[in-house]
């Protein structure tokens, strides 16, 4: 179990960004801060999300939150975190209370959205956590899911440009 930072408090993930033409799935754990603070998705500006989705969708930060959003969904891309609520000190995964998470309702979202397909995890904690606790229902097909390095400034250990090209997964072929 991790210890509480003592600045820990619970904080909570933002609704589903997604609609009935979603076929991806991107997944972060819980956002940070920044993102919280906005009540923004990747709000941080050294976080490289947005600049790969300018990139790879034209849905570039200088755009109003809201517009990035639509560019998503119109390409299909809905947005979610695995953890509906935790106890963290800071923004780092490494600072989340383990016994303290409840994952979103992943299961009911892949149920009511039939057409998302593929899941992309942003990191290694969204996909430790989406495979520790979310259990889908027999009979529901599990999409394809694939790990994708993190867009988070924490993680500055990939360069961009291996970040780009594997992001590139997100557009269909």
């Known amino acids: 179990m991790n210890a509480a930072h003592p600045a820990s408090r619970l904080v909570y993930s933002f609704a ?25 998705y990747y709000a941080h500006p050294q976080n490289a999300f947005w600049r790969l989705m300018g990139e790879l969708l034209g849905a ?15 390409q299909g891309i809905a947005l979610w975190d695995v953890l509906k609520c935790c106890v963290r000190g800071g923004s780092l995964d490494s600072a989340i209370v383990e016994d ?3 994952p979103n309702d992943l299961p009911g979202l892949l149920a009511s959205h039939p057409r998302i ?15 520790r606790y979310v259990k889908l229902p027999a009979g529901l097909v599990a999409p394809q899911t694939r790990r994708l390095p993190s867009t988070s400034p924490a993680h500055a250990s ?14 269909p072929h």
């Open 158 to 171: 990939a360069h961009y440009a291996a970040k780009l090209a594997a992001w590139r997964e997100l557009i």
């Open 117 to 131: 397909t593929r899941v992309f995890f942003n990191g290694g904690k969204a996909e430790a956590s989406y495979r």
């Open 16 to 40: 589903p960004v997604v609609d009935e033409r979603a076929h991806t799935l991107v997944l972060g754990s819980m956002p940070g801060l920044r993102s919280l603070a906005a009540s923004e």
């Open 100 to 102: 303290s998470i409840e």
């Open 60 to 74: 570039h930060r200088e755009i109003a939150y809201a517009q990035r959003l639509q560019i998503l969904q119109d």
